[in-house]
C-alpha cells in the first residue's frame, strides 16, 4: 500500500480530519489526539497493511507504522481537512485537551518500537523449539527401547542417528537458501519501508521460483534418492546396516527441503514489515505439529520406526507453516505472484521424475555402498553419489529445458556469464559466443553459434 493510500485509510479508521484534535509524529508513531475516542476504529487502523500496531497512551491514539511514518505523516497533512492540524504547538494540543510527549517519552518509544518485533521473534523460536524438543524426548526414548527383546537384530534408529540424517538435510538450506534469500530480504525491507508492495511481491515470486524452486526441488529429489549412500558419504562412521536403517527418515525429510525454502522465504516477507506477532500464528503450526506427529509415532508405531514419523512431523511442520503464513502475507500483499509460482513448482517436480529414475538406475548397478566396489564403504559411496548427482542433475536440467521453464535462464546465465570478465580482451571475443550458447541452451534463449 502506497503512503498516500496508507494515510487516507488511517484518517477515515481515525474518524476523519474533524475528529483530530492535535497530529504529530515521532521517530516511529503518527500521534494523534482525538476529539471522541469513540469514533476511532482501532481494528480497521491495526488491519491495514503496513500498520504494525496501534497504542493508547497519555491521551493520545498513537500509529506505530516504523521507519515510514514522516513519509505517511507528510502524505496525511496534504489531505482535505488535514493542513492546519499538523502544527506541532503546544497552545493547540493543551487547548484540545492533549498532551505533547517529552524527549524521554520519545526516547521510550523508539526502544520499545524497536524492541517489540524482537520479542515476538523470539517467542517463535521458543514455540518452534517445542518441536525440536519433543523429537529429542522421542530419540532418548529410542534408545532405552532397543534394548529390549523384540528388538534383537534391528536397529533401531535413535537422536544421534537422526542427527546424522539432520546433517545431510541442512546442507541445502546452509549453502543456498540462506545465503541467497537472506540477500533478497535485504531488499524486500528496503521495498517494504518504502510502501513498494509490487516491488516486495516480485522479489517473493523471484525467489521462490528460482533459488527455492530449482535448487529445492533438485537437492530434494537427490538427497531422497541417494539417502543411504549420501549418509555413509556424510557420516563414515555409520555401518551399511545402520545408514540403510536410517534412510528413510532422510527420505522423508529430503520431501520437506522444497517446503522448507517456501516457509523461510515467506518468514522474510513478514520479517521485511516487521510482522513478528503475526507471524507467530505460523510459528505455532511449526512448533505443535511435530509434538503431535512424534505423540502419535510413540503410541502407534514400532520403535524402528518412530524417528520416521519424527521426520515426518518435520515436513508436515513446514508443510503447515508455509500454509499458515500465506494468508498472513496477504495482508500486506494482497496480490500474489501464485499462479506463475506453482506452474513453476509443477514443471520442476515433473523434470525431477525422470532424474529419480535415473538416479535409482545408478545405485542398482553400482550396488550397495557396501565396500564392494572399491574396498571401503567411503569410497564406494562417494562414487554413487558423483555419478549419480552428475547423471540426475543433468537429466533435470534438460528436462526442465524442454517443458520451458524459463527460470533456469534467471539462475544460470549470470553463472556461465560471469566468468568472462576474468579472460583478457584476445580471449573474450572467441569465449563469449560459447558461454551465451550454453546460458541459452539451459534457459530457452535466442543463441548465437560459436565460431
Known amino acids: 500500500m502506497k ?97 505533547k510527549a517529552g524527549w524521554l517519552t520519545n526516547v521510550f518509544d523508539v526502544l520499545s518500537d524497536s524492541f517489540r518485533p524482537l520479542l515476538w521473534a523470539l517467542l517463535g523460536t521458543a514455540v518452534v523449539s517445542v518441536g525440536d524438543i519433543a523429537t529429542a524426548n522421542l530419540g532418548a526414548r529410542a534408545v532405552t527401547e532397543a534394548y529390549l527383546p523384540q528388538y534383537d537384530g534391528v536397529v533401531v534408529p535413535s537422536k ?35 510502501g513498494d508492495r509490487d516491488g516486495v511481491r516480485d522479489d517473493l515470486s523471484l525467489g521462490l521460483r528460482t533459488v527455492v524452486a530449482v535448487f529445492m526441488v533438485l537437492f530434494a529429489a537427490g538427497i531422497a534418492t541417494l539417502a543411504a549412500p549420501a549418509l555413509q558419504l556424510f557420516a563414515p562412521s555409520l555401518s551399511w546396516a545402520e545408514a540403510d536403517a536410517s534412510s528413510p527418515i532422510l527420505m522423508v525429510l529430503a520431501i520437506g527441503i522444497i517446503f522448507q525454502g517456501i516457509w523461510f522465504t515467506a518468514q522474510r516477507v513478514m520479517l521485511a514489515y516487521s510482522d513478528t506477532k503475526r507471524l507467530l500464528i505460523a510459528d505455532a503450526v511449526v512448533g505443535i505439529v511435530p509434538v503431535i506427529l512424534c505423540l502419535g509415532s510413540y503410541l502407534l508405531l514400532p520403535a524402528n520406526y518412530w524417528m520416521v514419523g519424527a521426520a515426518a512431523g518435520s515436513l508436515l511442520s513446514q508443510v503447515g507453516g508455509s500454509a499458515a503464513v500465506i494468508p498472513l502475507i496477504r495482508r500486506h500483499l494482497p496480490r500474489l505472484d501464485s499462479r506463475r509460482v506453482v506452474s513453476t513448482y509443477i ?105
Open 347 to 451: 514443471r520442476l517436480i515433473v523434470a525431477a521424475m525422470p532424474a529419480v529414475v535415473v538416479g535409482l538406475a545408478v545405485r542398482r548397478i553400482l550396488g550397495p555402498s557396501d565396500g564392494t566396489l572399491t574396498g571401503t564403504r567411503a569410497f564406494d559411496a562417494l562414487i554413487t553419489v558423483l555419478v549419480a548427482a552428475l547423471l540426475m542433475t543433468s537429466v533435470y536440467l534438460l528436462t526442465a529445458r524442454l517443458l520451458e521453464v524459463g527460470e533456469l535462464a534467471v539462475l544460470f546465465s549470470p553463472l556461465l556469464l560471469a566468468p568472462l570478465a576474468l579472460l583478457p580482451p584476445s580471449c573474450l571475443a572467441s569465449a563469449a559466443p560459447c558461454a551465451l550458447l550454453l546460458a541459452g541452451a539451459l534457459s530457452g534463449l535466442p543463441t548465437v553459434k560459436c565460431r
Open 160 to 194: 544421534t542417528l537422526y542427527d546424522n540424517t539432520q546433517l545431510v538435510y541442512m546442507l541445502p538450506q546452509s549453502l543456498v537458501t540462506t545465503s541467497i534469500i537472506t540477500a533478497l530480504f535485504t531488499r524486500m525491507s528496503s521495498k517494504a519501508a518504502a
Open 3 to 99: 503512503n498516500h493510500e496508507l494515510g487516507e485509510k488511517i484518517l477515515q479508521g481515525l474518524g476523519g480530519p474533524e475528529n483530530i484534535a492535535h497530529f504529530t509524529h515521532c521517530a516511529t508513531r503518527l500521534r494523534v489526539t482525538p476529539s471522541s475516542n469513540e469514533k476511532v476504529d482501532r481494528t480497521k487502523i491495526e488491519n491495514l497493511p503496513g500498520v504494525l500496531s496501534i497504542i493508547e497512551q497519555s491521551g493520545q491514539t498513537q500509529v506505530v507504522l516504523g521507519d515510514r511514518v514522516e513519509a505517511v505523516y507528510n502524505e496525511m497533512l496534504t489531505l482535505p481537512g488535514m493542513k492546519n492540524l499538523g502544527e506541532d504547538d503546544d497552545s493547540k494540543a493543551k487547548s484540545s485537551g492533549g498532551k
